[in-house]
């Protein structure tokens, strides 16, 4: 998933898997987890990078200058 970094809109996304998912929920979860994190470091210019696993996915979230892949 390619994501606007300041909006969370969804830019473009590329399923690897065949199960049917909501890309808005899913950007609007990420969204959530990263204004949750850099609340709680007190830093919102931190460069983000984190992995997580929720069921049986592992999602991975890197930052860019304006995008964010996840």
Known sequence: MLIHKESGLLLYHH??????????????????????SKGISGDENASESLDFTHENFNIMIQDGEKIRVA
């Open 15 to 36: 399923s690897v898997n065949a199960l049917d998912t909501d890309d808005t929920l899913i950007t609007g979860f990420l969204q959530a987890i990263i204004m949750f």
